[in-house]
C-alpha cells in the first residue's frame, strides 16, 4: 500500500497559499522552492563525485540570457528561456568535453569550473553597458508586472504555485535518474573509469549526459529568479560566491538524499534572512563567512549532511518494534 503521508504533504504544501496570505513568509518560501530546484540541478551531479564550482557560471547564464533577450529584443521569456538553457548546454560542452575527453578529474575539473564562475563575473562587470555590470540588471516590467506573456506577476499565490511545480519536477527528475542505467553508469565510473570502460560504459558520454543535464536545469533555475525577482546582480546569480553556496547547500542538507538539497536551501535562505534583518548592511558578506565554517564543520563532523544523518535513525526508529 502507498503510504500516504506524501501525498498528505503535498496536498498541504499545494493548498497553503489558499489559506495563508502573508506575503513576505510566501516570498521566502518561493526562494527556497526556486534555490532548491537549483542545488538539485547541483547535486545530480555532485552525487557521482562530479564536483563543480562553476554552476554559478550557468545560473548566470540562465538569468542574463534571458532578461537580455527580453530588454534588447523582446523575446518572451518563454523562448528566452529554453534559449537561456541552450546556451549552458553549449557551454557545458565545450567544457566538459574536452576535460572528460582528456581524463581530467578531481581537483583539476574542480579548479576549471571555479575558472568558468570568475569568468562569468568578469563578464558580466566589464560589459556593464550592456548587463549594468555590478549595479545589477532589472528587466522590463510588462503591463505592469503583470503578464503571462511577459512571465511575470504580482501575485507570491501565482509564484509560490510556479515555484512549487518547479521544486516538484527537480524532486522527479533526481528520482528519473535515481532508477535508471545512467545512475549505474555513472557509480561504476566514480568507482573505476578504467573498470567501467572495459565493461562497455562509455565514460565521457555519460559524464556529458549528466553535466548538460545538470548546466540546463541550473539555467532554467536561474532564469526564473530572474523573472520572479526582476533584479539580477552577479552577487546573486553569478561568481564564485554563488557556486560555493550551492555546494553548500547540497552538502548541509545531505548529497545523497533526493530532499537534502531542499534542506540546505531552507537552512541557507533561512541564515540569509536571518543576518539581514538582525544586522542589516553590516552583516553583508557575513553568510559567506558561516558557509564556510559551516562546510568544513559538516565535512568533518557530519559528511552524510542534515538529513542524510537523521533519515536512517528515523527509519530504524520506525522499524523498531514497539
Same mark, same amino acid.
Given at each position: 500500500?502507498?503510504?500516504?503521508?506524501p501525498w498528505i504533504i503535498a496536498a498541504a504544501l499545494l493548498a497553503l497559499p489558499f489559506f495563508y496570505h502573508e506575503a513576505y513568509p510566501l516570498h521566502i518560501l518561493v526562494l527556497i522552492l526556486i534555490w532548491s530546484f537549483a542545488y538539485?540541478?547541483?547535486?545530480?551531479?555532485?552525487?557521482?563525485?562530479?564536483?563543480?564550482?562553476?554552476?554559478?557560471?550557468f545560473l548566470g547564464i540562465g538569468a542574463y540570457v534571458t532578461a537580455l533577450l527580453w530588454n534588447y529584443?523582446?523575446?518572451?521569456?518563454?523562448l528566452g528561456i529554453p534559449l537561456s538553457m541552450l546556451a549552458a548546454?553549449?557551454?557545458?560542452?565545450?567544457?566538459?568535453?574536452?576535460?572528460?575527453?582528456?581524463? *581530467?578529474?578531481?581537483?583539476? *575539473?574542480?579548479?576549471?569550473?571555479?575558472?568558468?564562475?570568475?569568468?562569468?563575473?568578469?563578464?558580466?562587470?566589464?560589459?556593464?553597458?550592456?548587463?549594468?555590470?555590478?549595479?545589477?540588471?532589472?528587466?522590463?516590467?510588462?503591463?505592469g508586472g503583470s503578464s503571462i506573456y511577459a512571465l511575470q506577476f504580482l501575485d507570491k499565490t501565482t509564484w509560490y504555485l510556479i515555484a512549487l511545480g518547479i521544486w516538484a519536477a527537480g524532486l522527479l527528475i533526481r528520482y528519473a535518474i535515481d532508477r535508471s542505467m545512467v545512475r549505474y553508469a555513472?557509480?561504476?565510473?566514480?568507482?573505476?573509469?578504467?573498470?567501467?570502460?572495459?565493461?562497455?560504459?562509455?565514460?565521457?558520454?555519460?559524464?556529458?549526459?549528466?553535466?548538460?543535464?545538470?548546466?540546463m536545469m541550473t539555467a532554467f533555475a536561474g532564469a526564473i529568479y530572474c523573472q520572479y525577482q526582476l533584479f539580477i546582480s552577479p552577487d546573486t546569480v553569478s561568481g564564485i560566491g554563488v557556486s560555493l553556496q550551492m555546494v553548500f547547500a547540497a552538502v548541509v542538507g545531505g548529497?545523497?538524499?533526493?530532499?537534502?538539497?531542499?534542506?540546505?536551501?531552507?537552512?541557507t535562505i533561512l541564515l540569509t534572512e536571518t543576518l539581514r534583518i538582525s544586522f542589516g548592511t553590516a552583516a553583508i558578506?557575513?553568510?559567506?563567512i558561516v558557509y564556510?565554517?559551516?562546510?568544513?564543520?559538516? *565535512?568533518i563532523f557530519l559528511p552524510q549532511g542534515l538529513l542524510g544523518s537523521l533519515l536512517p535513525r528515523f527509519i530504524a526508529a520506525g522499524a523498531r518494534p514497539a
Open positions: 500500500m502507498t503510504r500516504p503521508v538539485t540541478s547541483w547535486s545530480i551531479m555532485g552525487c557521482f563525485g562530479l564536483v563543480s564550482f562553476g554552476h554559478g557560471g529584443l523582446h523575446l518572451t521569456p518563454w548546454a553549449v557551454v557545458a560542452l565545450l567544457i566538459g568535453y574536452p576535460c572528460f575527453r582528456l581524463r *581530467i578529474t578531481g581537483h583539476y *575539473i574542480a579548479l576549471l569550473t571555479l575558472a568558468l564562475s570568475a569568468i562569468g563575473l568578469q563578464i558580466v562587470t566589464a560589459t556593464r553597458d550592456i548587463t549594468g555590470g555590478s549595479l545589477g540588471y532589472t528587466p522590463e516590467r510588462y503591463h555513472l557509480e561504476a565510473i566514480a568507482e573505476d573509469e578504467d573498470a567501467a570502460s572495459a565493461a562497455g560504459v562509455h565514460v565521457t558520454v555519460e559524464k556529458l549526459k549528466i553535466t548538460v543535464l545538470s548546466a548529497l545523497y538524499v533526493p530532499l537534502g538539497p531542499t534542506v540546505g536551501a531552507a537552512v558578506g557575513w553568510d559567506n564556510g565554517v559551516l562546510l568544513v564543520s559538516f *565535512i
